[in-house]
């Protein structure tokens, strides 16, 4: 092993690039432009490997997720950026899964981090609603649930046949995320914290989240918790989204709901996930796919990916530098300077281009924490 490629040598932060397809491609080098301009901004020393694992090399040599790649991510970098997956040449979308889904699962990525912030009034479809309002952070469990691909089709293509998916939900892994969920809140002195389930008609798998709620709670006497059934919280979510601060829930009504907020706040063009692993390496990533008409065509939006790149410098430890980033991308919002489906009349390339030159010229201050 080369030492120079063990992360975190010489303060250096190493980070795995996988822009993947259709517009994963033309959103990660916007996203990589600003990393590379907020790092000069500050000074410090960022480290982009770029990895070609996406449908044209699965095409090209059948390689989806090359042998021992989580390994090696674990072992040589801080972070992994991904732009998205998904080819119309390949159906079976057998490359994507391996990668996204192999990845999320060998790297143990427990965590689904979903922040909902409406960056300026007129992006949301709610009457009278404003910045003040939309601001939370949805944690869904990433490893779990109905998404486990346990179960089994039996007596296919009859009229008898029988479908069964298996919804996994362990005491360690319900406990983890809420756990994480407590955690986040307390260190960013938010207050309120709420866990969502259908604990009154899923009696066995959801009641054990009820249980252990209950009992993490406990130990987090100065945050505010609060439970809504899913279907109560959907309707919540659009008529006073200002309650919430943190939400936490399964695989399945996280995914789902976390849609739902990406929509309030401006829709996937501005909408940023990160899988996370506390202990060890962590991807992040745009909530959108790879929107494949709009390839190469220099009009997707780079916000989300640009917006998950700064919530992978916050998750380092760069946190003036992921407001820095932030503030700009606030700015582009403000001020229009963005494609067209935000109002704007820029290609993705002159997003990228008026973001970097905006940090290049206010610099990176220190972030003032709020008491
Ligand atoms: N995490 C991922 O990599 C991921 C997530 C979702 C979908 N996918 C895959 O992406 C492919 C396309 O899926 P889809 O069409 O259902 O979803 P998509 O998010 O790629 O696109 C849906 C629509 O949203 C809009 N959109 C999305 N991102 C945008 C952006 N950055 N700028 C401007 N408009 C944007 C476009 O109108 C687009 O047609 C499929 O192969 C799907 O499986 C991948």
Same mark, same amino acid.
């Given at each position: ?12 932060? =190493? ?6 397809? %259709? ?5 990660? &080098? ?37 042998? %021992? ?5 674990? =072992? ?18 057998? !490359? ?20 909902? #912030? ?25 490893? #779990? %649930?109905?998404?486990?691909?346990? %179960? ?35 260190? !960013? ?11 009154? @008609?899923?009696?066995?798998? !959801? ?13 987090? &006497?100065?945050? #505010? ?10 309707? *919540? ?25 990406? *929509? ?40 989300? @990916? ?8 916050? !998750?380092?430890?760069? &946190? ?44 990176? @201050? ?6």
């Amino acid at each position: 092993m080369n030492p120079a490629k063990l992360k975190g040598a010489n303060g250096i932060k =190493r980070i795995a690039v996988i822009p993947g397809d %259709g517009i994963g491609v033309d959103v990660t &080098a916007e996203a990589t432009k600003v990393l590379r301009a907020v790092a000069a901004a500050a000074g410090r020393s960022l480290e982009l490997v770029e990895f070609d694992w996406g449908a044209d090399r699965y095409l090209r040599d059948g390689v989806t997720l090359p042998q %021992g790649a989580e390994e090696m991510l674990r =072992r040589e970098f801080d972070a992994i950026l991904v732009g998205a997956l998904g080819d119309p040449r390949v159906p079976s979308m057998k !490359h994507a899964a391996d990668i996204l889904l192999g990845l999320r699962f060998k790297l143990d990525l427990f965590v689904n981090a979903r922040p909902i #912030e409406l960056l300026d009034t007129a992006l949301t479809p709610l009457r009278d609603r404003t910045e003040r309002d939309i601001h939370f952070i949805v944690f869904r469990e990433n490893t #779990e %649930g109905l998404y486990v691909g346990m %179960g089994g089709i039996f007596k296919k293509g009859t009229p008898d046949e029988i479908a069964i998916q298996e919804d996994v939900n362990t005491r360690k892994g319900v406990e983890r995320i809420i756990r994480y969920a407590f955690e986040y809140a307390r260190q !960013h002195q938010l207050r309120r914290l709420c866990m969502s389930d259908k604990s009154n @008609a899923l009696t066995y798998g !959801h009641d054990l989240w009820q249980r252990v709620f209950a009992q993490v709670k406990e130990e987090y &006497a100065d945050i #505010e918790s609060s439970h809504w059934y899913i279907d109560a919280l959907a309707m *919540q979510m659009v008529k006073d989204p200002g309650q919430f601060q943190v939400i936490v829930t399964c695989n399945m009504f996280g995914d789902i709901i976390s849609d739902l907020g990406a *929509q309030l706040a401006g829709g996937m063009g501005l909408a940023p996930s990160g899988n996370i692993n506390p202990e060890s390496v962590s991807l992040f990533e745009p909530v959108h796919g790879s929107a494949p008409k709009y390839a190469g065509k220099n009009i997707a939006n780079p916000l989300a @990916a640009i917006l998950a790149a700064s919530m992978m410098l916050d !998750h380092l430890g760069w &946190a003036d530098e992921a407001a820095a980033i932030n503030a700009a991308v606030r700015a582009s919002v403000r001020e229009k300077q963005t494609t067209p489906d935000l109002g704007g009349s820029l290609g993705t390339r002159e997003v990228g281009d008026w973001l970097a030159n905006q940090i290049s010229k206010q610099g990176v @201050a220190p972030v003032r924490v709020q008491q």
